[in-house]
């Protein structure tokens, strides 16, 4: 069984990566990180 914190380290790494890489997002500005997306 996976811990809950890291899964969630997991699942802001996931996002970070997709905000990074996919082109729907670019150029978005956002003022909060992926980790407090996932808290």
Do not use: H, N, Q
Not at 12 to 31: D, I, N, S
């Amino acid at each position: 069984m996976v811990e809950a914190g890291t899964a969630a380290v997991d699942t802001a790494r996931e996002l970070a990566r997709r905000w990074a890489e996919e082109p729907r997002w670019k150029g978005v500005e956002r003022t909060y990180s992926a980790e407090d997306v996932v808290r």
